[in-house]
């Protein structure tokens, strides 16, 4: 510990959920990007974008929809749990979020090699024989899809690290802020999908 | 956690700590050890991006080749604009003064997350590096300039990946720096300091935090995309995949105009600072000053597609576009007026970091207004892209915040290590900066005029003399920047002991020693008056009439 970091003991939660929700901010400012580039090319090529669409397993989606939807649920529950001092629910309920995670990325795994068994992944000679709009489509599914799953893996360690804390005392019934913060970065995790399914699944 | 010696207060240069040598400042998480640690590691930077800018000048002395490949002076313009703009001007002084200044300036004992903010700093070192060994591997340094515009910078075979990751991760340092700063003035004032009893500075940080928080993400995610483009070939960008380049101008300019005001508020806000500690009066409108930073914040996120008039959008794009770049000029009018008001009848005192500001606002309000030329859409085609954009954004950019930053370095110099500067060697390289500036640039707005294009390696033989004038420029402006370097430099070590307060300044940082001890304030003042108080040296009513 240096200098300062010794010195400083003052607490402040209302400032460390601030920063949360700031960075927050950036985080639905990146997707935010995201969502631009796609209305763009959707409103260029509509026909191909719905075409493209129809190639999506719906059922899929919604399966991983209810599945990020409980495990919303669940890390929103651990809290309630941490602030009435009930350490180990907390952490079995934390580690069901994580388990929750996990089916979702296995879901998304089977899905991405499921189309990529049938040629479509970018620069195959499958999608290029394909009009622009329908590449366009695929490449925007897999580069948001792809960053939404990095950011369930990113959330997936946060959430590790708040039950190691939970164990450790570093969390507990009085200081809390840390487990907050993770499971308002999941409960992002969870919004951006709630709009990646219907710009992708369900607009078809 | 008990080995802080506590004896006689030390100050933060000399502190122990239980880490020893270099480590005690690499991974101190004192905001005034990341400060420093910003400044020198971004004037590494700087004197690097300097040199290759002196070079390059020195390349355009001749039509054809004078002493590098075409190739050469592509990766040259490239990689000064990166280490400029990402490496020096962008952390300049936000990361380096605010770093140092917040806390002290609003009363606080640090910022609000100390150890995010060394983060930000390895981030920062991190990125710097990985630019810099962009250079070294196979392929050659990126030539496709900062702005890194598709389709080129898909196709070209240079290590455009590394250089884009390596502005990838500066932004996610500076979101950072900007996430800490906003959190650091909400949470952490002293008790009786309220928002408008802040010192501008403080406001100027904190208009750019918001914009280093809401901007940055987006040219991170459209940096990334390129990244994917060039790895994968998605498509999104590339016109033979059915993607829009004009789009990525979009997304690129959504971040970088903001960007422009993450790189000048500071520097105004600086010039707030200084002119009425040498003024000897209250800041005349201090309100509207604070607010003019915020417009100046709000509007500039609006105004990014006046960098692409000539893309071909729709006659009421263009329209909307070029005025709200007439309107943000306001804020920054009102600034120059109040500035200039505050100097009329004030007890004048020439010093060094006073004739920066002189320098920066006569250089600031020729850039500001050629910016206002560049916004006119009839203006703006005919010199598009030409050696006059390249001086409006110098004389803004170098001649205001590159000025600003040197007014900062002399103004809080005797505050940051308990010197004193020499002030002669300061004034004749104050002098010979602004000689060369103006020598170095103004021809560019004339060279632009009569359709010299930027970025082009040749030129013909009738636009040489104004080359010729604006290399020498280049080499006076040098000089005065070695002069300046090398006092402050030799006063690290030689200068005379600096007292507290050495210029009469009235905000919170010159209540305490030089250096500050590492606990900034030994307990947290209370602030009872607004930051400009000269009351006692302004004019009494009866002798005004």
């Given amino acids: ?204 | 956690m008990t080995t802080v010696v506590r004896t006689s207060e030390p100050d933060y240069l000399h502190a122990q700590t239980n880490r020893k040598g270099i480590s005690a400042w690499i991974f101190s998480t004192d905001h005034k050890r990341i400060g420093i640690l910003y400044m020198v590691s971004m004037l590494v930077f700087f004197l690097t991006a300097v040199v290759l800018g002196v070079l390059m000048r020195l390349e355009m002395l001749t039509p054809g080749k004078t002493i590098m490949e075409p190739q050469t002076y592509n990766t040259f313009f490239t990689l000064h604009g990166i280490m400029m703009i990402f490496l020096f001007i962008i952390p300049g002084l936000p990361a380096v003064f605010g770093n140092f200044l917040l806390p002290l300036m609003i009363g606080a004992k640090d910022v609000f997350f100390p150890r995010l903010n060394l983060l930000s700093w390895w981030l920062f070192i991190i990125g710097g590096l990985l630019a810099l060994v962009s250079l070294f591997l196979p392929g050659g340094p990126a030539d496709t300039g900062w702005t890194f515009y598709v389709p080129y910078s898909i196709r070209t075979t240079t290590n455009v990946i590394p250089a884009l990751f390596a502005a990838f991760i500066l932004g996610f340092s500076s979101i950072l720096t900007g996430l800490n700063f906003i959190t650091t003035i909400h949470r952490m004032r002293a008790p009786g300091m309220t928002w408008f009893k802040m010192p501008l500075f403080t406001w100027a940080l904190y208009s750019t935090a918001w914009i280093q928080v809401l901007a940055t993400p987006v040219i991170g995610i459209t940096l990334l995309l390129v990244v994917v483009e060039r790895l994968f070939g998605v498509g999104i960008f590339d016109p033979n995949l059915g993607g829009d380049p004009v789009l990525y101008q979009h997304l690129f300019w959504i971040y970088s105009h903001p960007a422009v005001y993450i790189m000048i508020l500071p520097g105004l806000g600086v010039v707030s600072e200084v002119l009425p500690v040498f003024a000897r009066r209250t800041i005349f409108g201090y309100k509207v000053i604070a607010y003019s930073s915020l417009a100046i914040a709000f509007i500039g996120s609006l105004v990014w597609a006046h960098h692409m008039f000539t893309v071909g959008m729709s006659n009421t794009g263009m329209f909307i576009f070029s005025l709200l770049t007439f309107l943000v000029s306001i804020p920054s009018a009102i600034k120059v007026f109040n500035w200039i008001a505050t100097l009329y009848k004030g007890s004048i005192k020439i010093e060094v970091p006073l004739l920066f500001v002189l320098s920066f606002i006569f250089q600031f309000s020729i850039g500001g207004l050629t910016g206002l030329m560049l916004g006119v859409l009839s203006v703006n085609i005919h010199v598009q892209d030409t050696y006059f954009v390249v001086g409006h954004f110098h004389y803004v950019m170098f001649g205001g915040t590159g000025f600003g930053l040197m007014a900062a370095m002399h103004f809080w110099f005797p505050k940051m290590f308990g010197k004193m500067f020499k002030k002669t060697p300061a004034i004749i390289g104050w002098l010979l900066m602004t000689v060369g500036f103006n020598v170095l640039y103004f021809p560019m707005f004339f060279l632009g005029y009569l359709g010299m294009p930027r970025r082009y390696y040749d030129f013909l033989p009738q636009y040489q003399s104004y080359h010729i004038i604006s290399t020498v420029g280049s080499w006076i402006l040098f000089i005065g920047i070695l002069i300046i370097f090398i006092n402050l430099i030799i006063s690290l070590k030689k200068g005379m002991k600096a007292p507290a307060n050495p210029w009469g300044g009235k905000t919170l940082e010159w209540t305490i020693p030089s250096p500050p001890p590492v606990e900034n304030f030994q307990e947290i003042p209370i602030v009872e008056k607004g930051p400009y108080d000269y009351s006692e040296y302004e004019i009494k009513p009866e002798i005004a009439k």
């Fill in chain 1, 1 to 204: 510990m240096t200098t300062a970091a010794a010195t400083h003991t003052h607490r402040d939660d209302v400032g460390s959920r601030m920063g949360m929700w700031l960075f927050l901010f950036t985080e639905l400012i990146l997707f935010g990007g995201l969502f631009i580039v796609y209305a763009v090319y959707r409103f260029k090529f509509p026909e191909q974008f719905q075409l493209a669409a129809r190639e999506l397993d719906t059922l899929v989606g919604t399966v991983n929809t209810i599945i990020l939807l409980t495990s919303s649920l669940t890390v929103a529950m651990s809290i309630t749990a941490i602030q009435q001092g009930k350490k180990h629910l907390s952490m079995m309920l934390i580690g069901m979020t994580i388990i929750f995670a996990l089916a979702f990325l296995v879901n998304k795994y089977f899905e991405w090699s499921h189309k990529i068994s049938i040629g479509i992944y970018p620069q195959s000679p499958e999608l290029l024989n394909k009009p622009q709009g329908e590449i366009l489509y695929f490449g925007l599914y897999y580069v948001m899809t792809g960053l939404h799953a990095l950011h369930v893996i990113i959330g997936m360690v946060v959430l590790l690290f708040s039950m190691v804390f939970i164990a450790t005392g570093k969390i507990n019934q009085q200081s809390y802020v840390k487990l907050e913060a993770g499971g308002l970065y999941w409960h992002l995790v969870d919004i951006i999908w709630i709009f990646l399914f219907p710009l992708f699944y369900l607009i078809s």
